[in-house]
């Protein structure tokens, strides 16, 4: 069974900077890609960010280019996103979701989510 | 960037009822739409891929159709636990955009 469990959600403060990891189980982890999205406070869904299998393909919503970073580490089965310069737009639930594949950016699985929270 | 109008916004239904929404994307997207499902406090769930695909384990009550710019869900015989938000997501080009959102209520 498809496990995914993200870490890493806090109450920061503006400016700061803030890495959410996804741990992976239950599955072939090299084999897939992996995304990132994030619902705000009474939001609908938003992309934030894929990576493919082998690190090859990288991509991030036009709102966190330049200041996010999304890595995997395949010995670990674990995937990070580093947020830097957060700001009161970034909080939001963050989910760790699995590809359908390498990269088809159909999300077959979700995890539950981790809660970042950007205030002073 | 792709983006995604979903309508409505807003449906109620009964169950029972078959209900429609309709997802429209700015640029041609061939069938790379995706359909998801989310309830609150639950992670979302996949239930069409690629316009018309069902997803393994998702009811055949669940259909999906469109290719290009416009694309529609459609459950039928509507049951309890189908009161839910769903969002369209295009699969085609970088950013992966998610439509709005169209939460279905019980009437």
């Known amino acids: 069974e498809v496990h995914l469990v993200e870490s890493g959600g806090t109450l920061v403060q503006p400016g700061r900077s803030l890495r959410l990891a996804c741990a992976a189980s239950g599955f072939t982890f090299d084999n897939y890609g992996f995304h990132w999205v994030r619902q705000a406070p009474g939001k609908g869904l938003e992309w934030v960010s894929g990576?493919?299998?082998?690190?090859?393909?990288?991509a991030y919503a036009d709102s966190v280019k330049g200041r996010f970073t999304m890595s995997r580490d395949n010995a670990r089965k674990s995937v990070y996103l580093h947020m830097t310069s957060l700001s009161a737009e970034d909080t939001a639930l963050y989910y760790c979701?699995?590809?359908?594949?390498?990269?088809?950016?159909?999300?077959?699985?979700w995890g539950q989510g981790t809660l970042v929270t950007v205030s002073s | 960037d792709i983006q995604m109008t979903q309508s409505p916004s807003s449906l109620s239904a009964s169950v029972g009822d078959r209900v429609t929404i309709t997802c429209r994307a700015s640029q041609r997207i061939s069938s790379n739409l995706n359909w998801y499902q989310h309830k609150p406090g639950k992670a979302p769930k996949l239930l069409i891929y690629d316009a018309s695909s069902l997803q393994s384990g998702v009811p055949s009550r669940f259909s999906g159709s469109g290719s290009g710019t416009d694309f529609t869900l459609s459950i039928s015989n509507l049951q309890p636990e189908d009161f839910a938000t769903y969002y369209c997501?295009?699969?085609?080009?970088?950013?992966?955009?998610f439509g709005q959102g169209t939460k279905l209520e019980i009437k």
């Open positions: 997501q295009q699969s085609s080009r970088t950013p992966h955009t």
């Open positions: 979701a699995k590809d359908r594949a390498q990269w088809l950016a159909i999300i077959a699985h």
């Open positions: 990576i493919s299998w082998n690190s090859g393909k990288i």
